[in-house]
């Protein structure tokens, strides 16, 4: 929208462009980010502050987001801040524990970081149709990162590469996953 200043010497013109607030994530986030291939239809389990899925939205990286929380107060949160940055149209927010409230046929990438890793590996095993051939697993365990990375190897998933991350002076893991064995694996 044009705004138009008038001076007693010259007439100027100029146009006001609306600058969208950018959200600024963690080193943690931002490396769980770089996992996400582009136009993925993702979901972020247990999404607390939905500060990545605001991200996702801004940036166009996900064709589809979805935000779930079991915490009623998490999803409010995840909620404010999504209007905060003027994104609340662009992300599904569900209120479910793990895995439940996400349809398999809705989604290519699962997100789950910020938990323990038997939390993250009870939510695997209730949602069995993550090991099908295809859905892409970004986990990142606040704990137990070899129990998720032994349970990962015995139930059907084939861990593609992990990465460390330093965030706030701690050490975070992310590892990358996907349902089914590569064909050139041996158990």
């Known amino acids: 929208m044009p705004c138009t200043v008038k001076s007693p010497v010259l007439l100027i013109t100029v146009n006001?462009?609306?600058?969208?607030?950018?959200?600024?994530?963690?080193?943690?986030?931002?490396?769980?980010?770089?996992?996400?291939?582009?136009?993925?239809?993702?979901?972020?389990?247990?999404?607390?502050?939905?500060?990545?899925p605001v991200y996702l939205a801004q940036t166009g990286l996900a064709g589809r987001i979805f935000a779930s929380d079991i915490s009623a107060a998490s999803l409010d949160a995840a909620y404010r801040s999504a209007s905060e940055y003027n994104v609340t149209d662009l992300i599904t927010f569900i209120a479910a524990p793990g895995l439940d409230?996400?349809?398999?046929?809705?989604?290519?990438?699962?997100?789950?970081?910020?938990l323990g890793g038997e939390t993250i590996?009870?939510?695997?095993?209730?949602a069995s149709w993550t090991k099908d051939n295809g859905i892409k697993l970004i986990l990142q365990p606040?704990?137990?990162?070899?129990?998720?990375?032994?349970?990962?190897?015995?139930?059907?998933?084939?861990?593609?590469?992990?990465k460390s991350v330093i965030d706030r002076s701690k050490k975070y893991t992310i590892i990358h996953a996907m349902g089914g064995y590569l064909e050139n694996e041996k158990r």
Request: aromatic share 6%; proline share 1%.
């Open 101 to 114: 409230g996400i349809s398999p046929a809705e989604v290519d990438t699962i997100i789950i970081a910020g």
């Open 142 to 162: 606040q704990s137990k990162v070899d129990l998720l990375c032994r349970f990962l190897y015995d139930h059907g998933y084939s861990i593609l590469e992990t």
């Open 16 to 52: 006001v462009i609306e600058v969208m607030k950018a959200v600024k994530l963690s080193a943690r986030l931002r490396a769980i980010s770089e996992f996400i291939d582009d136009g993925a239809s993702v979901a972020d389990i247990g999404t607390d502050h939905g500060l990545l």
């Open 121 to 126: 590996l009870s939510m695997l095993t209730n």
